[in-house]
């Protein structure tokens, strides 16, 4: 890597990663992972869902937020996004209900206020990134890991990778997919 090199990390938010990347690159972008993002928005949706058993129009409200929620963030708009996951901790904590697992939502809510809080300078335009052509996701790349270790270290395979061999293999698929392989 070369010092004036541009670099984007995409990350899913973790402290570790971030100060590794600095370390690499200092004046390097950091992008929150979309998939992560979505990832925590479908468990909130999970929950809303369940609340709408319990009480249809407070989950159907709850529902509408998180899409709201959502499209701010796949905008770009952090500062839209935080007032509204603010909304929906306090809407959901105004709640009367016999939903009973409202405590583990209202915790899961927090986290991700948190989350995104503590993430907001990796927050970007990810609509605009992707219709540039520009990744906005890591999980290709988490796929294709993750399916080769499961293939090579299983048990029932004639062949095994070796600790170091599968560390070579992993470098060498991950530059061909990112086409600093030639």
């Excluded at 907001?120 to 520009?134: F, Q, W």
């Amino acid at each position: 890597v070369q010092a004036n090199q541009d670099i984007t990390f995409i990350t899913d938010g973790g402290e570790e990663v971030r100060s590794l990347a600095e370390m690499i690159a200092p004046a390097s972008e950091h992008v929150l992972d979309w998939f992560h993002i979505t990832m925590r928005i479908t468990v909130l949706r999970q929950f809303a869902q369940g609340l709408e058993n319990h009480n249809e129009q407070a989950g159907q409200d709850l529902l509408e937020t998180l899409r709201r929620i959502k499209w701010h963030l796949w905008h770009g708009n952090a500062y839209r996004a935080s007032e509204e996951i603010g909304d929906l901790q306090f809407d959901a904590e105004a709640l009367e209900t016999d939903y009973p697992i409202m405590r583990k939502f209202l915790t899961a809510i927090g986290e991700f206020r948190s989350y995104i809080a503590s993430n907001s300078a990796s927050l970007i335009n990810y609509g605009e990134r992707y219709r540039s052509g520009e990744r906005i996701s890591s999980a290709f790349v988490e796929a294709t890991v993750n399916a080769v270790i499961s293939k090579r270290f299983a048990k029932k395979q004639q062949m095994q990778w070796s600790r170091i061999g599968a560390h070579l293999m992993l470098q060498t698929r991950t530059q061909t997919l990112d086409g600093s392989l030639r």
